[in-house]
C-alpha cells in the first residue's frame, strides 16, 4: 500500500481553478521555487564553475534517470535524461534503424503525436536512403507490423483520445516479425503503470512536465534496453555522451553505458526543478494511483454524459484500454474550452474538435470531478460558448 | 559611446573571488533569480497552461533569438533560440551538407571543441554515404579550403589558446571554393564583436552560459543566413519548427523563417533566466567592450610573465588574434589552477597542460589583473600546486 490519493497539500494550486490540464503542463509541486532559487542564488551565484562538482551539477542527470527509472519499470542505469522529447524520438529511431539495416519501414500510426511524425520524416530526410514512414489508424496497427518493418514507434497513450495501445503485445508482435520497438510515453509517465522491462521494448521516451510537473520545458528521457545500452550507436554523438567528456579526445567514444544518449551540456535550471518535483512521487503506488485514475474518468464520463448529451465521448469507454485523461468531441470546442477556463475549470483543445480533460490523481479528487461536470453543463446547455470573446483564436498548447 | 566598463553593480558576484572563468560558466546577474521565482511561483503556478500565451511562453525564444541577433550583428529574424549547442551545430551541419549534394568532404580543424567534432561523426555516421571528416591544424585550414569541401565548420575562438579564426578571410575562400560555411561563435559571443551579416556565413551557433552569463545549461542559438531561412532543409523537423504547430497536421511543413530550426518544447525557465541576464548588455558598446579586453588580457600576459618564467604562453601574444582568454601552458597545470582557485583566483584547466583565464569587461578590471597575477606568483614561484590535495584528478568542466 502506498501513501494515501490525492497529495493536494504537495502543490500549490490556485484558488477556484480546477486544472484537468495536468496532461499538457503539470501543476507546480511546492519547493520547486526554491530549488531554483537556492541553485540561482547559491549553487551558481557562490559556487560558480566549481558547482558541477560540488552542488553535484555533473551527477544530475543520471541521478534524475535513475529516479525515472523507478517510475518506470526500468533499472537504474537504464534511462538518460535531457533535451526534449523530439530530440530524443530521434536518437531512438535513428538507433533503432541501425540495428535493422536490411528494412526500409518505419511504422507508426496516424493517431501519433505530429512531432514523432516529423522527426522521423527529418530523419528520413537526412539518410536519404528511400526509407518509407507508414501511419495507419492505430485499430490497424497489429496487423501492418509485418517482416518488412524495421521499427515500430508508437505512443502509448494517444494524445486526443487517451485510447491506449497494449504495450505488452504489441511489442511482442514487434519482436515476432524481427523489428525494433520504441514506445513514447508522453502520456503514460506518472499516468499509468508502465513496467518497460516486462514489456522487453528496446527503446522508449518522454517528457516529464505532464503528469510528472516537472515544469515548462522540462527535460526529456530515453530508456534503452539494458542489453543494448552499450551497442546501440548514437546519431547525436555529443561530448557529454562520451566516455570520457573532458579528456577532450579527438575520435568520439560512446560512454559505457545509456550515458552515451546524453548530447550537450545539461539544463541544469530544469533538471534541478525537476528533481524537486519528482520528490511528490516518493511511496506513492502506482496501482493505486491507476485504480484512481480510472475511478475519476469513469465518474467525468458518467457525470457529463448525464448532464450534457451534446457531447461525445471521443475517448474509450472501457477505462482499461484508456489512459488517464478524458476527451469529448464537441463542434464549437474551442469556444466551449474558453468558456470554461474563464470559469475556472481547465482543460485544453485539440484540433479539430477535441475537448481533452487529464485526471491527475495526485491532485484532483471526486469532488473536483462533480464541481467541473457542473460547470461544464452550464457553459453546454446555457451555450455560453456562445459568447463573442470565446471565439477568435489566439491560442497556442 | 556606450555604457562605461566594468558594470560589477550588475552581477552578483562572491565576496573574495577574482573570477577568470566567465570563458566556462558566466557569473550570476542581478534580477535572474527574480525572475526564474516569478516564472515558477506566478507564471507557472498561478497562470499554468494559460502562461503560454499570458505571459509570453511562446513568444519567447524568438524574443531572445531578436536580442541575441542584435549582439551578433545580425537582423531580427535570424536567429533561433533552445536546445544545447551541440545540438545546434548538427542542424547546421545537416543543413549544409544538404546544399552540397555532390560534395563529401567536412572540414573542420584539430583545435575544434571536441563535440562539434563528435556531432559531424554521428551525423555521418547517420547519413553513411561516406562523408569524411578532416581536421587539419588550425593555421592550415585556408589551404585546406578545396573544391572537394561541401561544408567549412570551425569554431572561430579557439577554446583553449584563444586563438582567433578570420571570420571574413575564411568564409570568403570557403565561398570561392563554393562551399558552405559554419561559425561557432561559443567563445565569441559576448567576447569579440560579431557582424555576421558582413561574414556572409550561411549559419552560425553558439551557447549562451559562458561571456552571455545565461546560467549552468543556458540554451544554445543558431542563426541562419536570411536569404536562406525559408530553404535549408531541418534534419531535427520537430513540432516547434512547424509552420503551425498546434494545427496538429500529418506532414511537416516547416516555418517560413529561421523558427524552422527550433526542435521541441522549449525550456521556459531557462529561456527566462536568459533573456533576463542579457539586459546587462543594454547600452554596451562592442568595441568598447573588445578595447578594454584587449586591455585585460595584455596586462594579465604581461604581469604573468613578469612573475613567472615557468608559465609559457599557449595563446596568440598579439590581441588581435585572440579572443577574450589568455592560456598558459604548464605541466603541473591541474595542480596549480586547484591551489589558484583555493586562493580565489578561478579559472580552469583544459587537457593537456591548459591553464585558462577568461577575461570578461563587464566585470573584471585591471585591479582585479594585477590581484590575480600576484597570487598566481605565490602559487607558481612557492610551489604550492606541490600539495598533495591538489594532486587528486576529482574534477569536470
Redesign the interface.
Known amino acids: 500500500m502506498g501513501v494515501t490519493l490525492p497529495r493536494k497539500e504537495l502543490f500549490?494550486i490556485?484558488e477556484g481553478?480546477i486544472?484537468l490540464?495536468g496532461n499538457?503542463?503539470g501543476?507546480?509541486p511546492k519547493g520547486?521555487?526554491e530549488r531554483?532559487?537556492r541553485v540561482?542564488?547559491e549553487?551558481?551565484?557562490?559556487q560558480?564553475?566549481?558547482?558541477?562538482?560540488t552542488a553535484g551539477?555533473?551527477a544530475l542527470p543520471q541521478d534524475l534517470g535513475d529516479t525515472l527509472a523507478g517510475l518506470l519499470g526500468a533499472p537504474a542505469g537504464s534511462v538518460a535524461t535531457g533535451?526534449?522529447?523530439?530530440?530524443k524520438v530521434?536518437q531512438a529511431l535513428?538507433a533503432a534503424l541501425k540495428m535493422r539495416p536490411d528494412r526500409r519501414v518505419i511504422l507508426s500510426d496516424?493517431g501519433n503525436?505530429?512531432?514523432d511524425?516529423?522527426?522521423a520524416?527529418?530523419?528520413i530526410?537526412?539518410?536519404?536512403?528511400g526509407y518509407e514512414l507508414r501511419?495507419p489508424a492505430p485499430e490497424d496497427v497489429m496487423e501492418a507490423i509485418t517482416e518488412e518493418v524495421a521499427v515500430v514507434m508508437l505512443t502509448q497513450v494517444d494524445y486526443r483520445s487517451g485510447r491506449m495501445h497494449d504495450m505488452a503485445a504489441i511489442t511482442q508482435r514487434a519482436h515476432d516479425m524481427g523489428a525494433v520497438m520504441i514506445w513514447d510515453l508522453a502520456h503514460s509517465a506518472g499516468a499509468v503503470p508502465v513496467d518497460l522491462t516486462a514489456s522487453n521494448a528496446e527503446f522508449a521516451v518522454g517528457?516529464t512536465?505532464k503528469y510528472l510537473n516537472g515544469?515548462?520545458?522540462?527535460?526529456?528521457f530515453i530508456y534503452v534496453r539494458p542489453d543494448l545500452a552499450t551497442k546501440v550507436?548514437?546519431?547525436?554523438?555529443?561530448?557529454?555522451g562520451?566516455d570520457a567528456?573532458?579528456?577532450?579526445?579527438?575520435?568520439?567514444r560512446p560512454a559505457m553505458s545509456t550515458e552515451r544518449m546524453r548530447?550537450?551540456?545539461?539544463?541544469?535550471?530544469?533538471?534541478s526543478?525537476l528533481q524537486e518535483a519528482l520528490k511528490v512521487w516518493e511511496g506513492v503506488d502506482m496501482a493505486d494511483l491507476r485504480a484512481a485514475s480510472m475511478r475519476l474518468c469513469d465518474l467525468f464520463i458518467k457525470e457529463v454524459e448525464a448532464r450534457c448529451p451534446r457531447l461525445e465521448l471521443a475517448s474509450p469507454r472501457d477505462a482499461a484500454l484508456r489512459g488517464s485523461q478524458v476527451s469529448f468531441g464537441f463542434e464549437h470546442g474551442y469556444a466551449a474550452m474558453q468558456a470554461l477556463?474563464d470559469r475556472g475549470v481547465?482543460g485544453?483543445f485539440?484540433?479539430p474538435n477535441i475537448m481533452r480533460f487529464g485526471f491527475t490523481p495526485l491532485y484532483i479528487d471526486e469532488g473536483d470531478v462533480i464541481a467541473a461536470a457542473k460547470i461544464i453543463e452550464d457553459v453546454i446547455t446555457q451555450e455560453l460558448w456562445r459568447d463573442p470573446k470565446y471565439q477568435t483564436v489566439?491560442?497556442?498548447?
Open positions: 500549490d490556485p481553478v486544472y490540464d499538457s503542463l501543476v507546480l520547486a521555487a531554483a532559487t540561482i542564488r549553487e551558481w551565484g557562490q560558480l564553475i566549481r558547482a558541477w562538482n551539477w555533473m533535451d526534449t522529447l523530439s530530440i530521434y535513428a496516424n503525436f505530429p512531432s511524425l516529423y522527426m520524416e527529418g530523419l530526410g537526412t539518410i536519404d536512403k501511419t517528457c512536465y515544469g515548462p520545458g522540462a527535460p526529456a550507436q548514437p546519431a547525436l554523438s555529443g561530448w557529454l562520451h567528456p573532458f579528456a577532450m579526445e579527438r575520435n568520439y548530447v550537450g551540456t545539461p539544463a541544469i535550471l530544469q533538471l526543478v477556463i481547465i485544453d485539440r484540433a489566439s491560442r497556442v498548447t
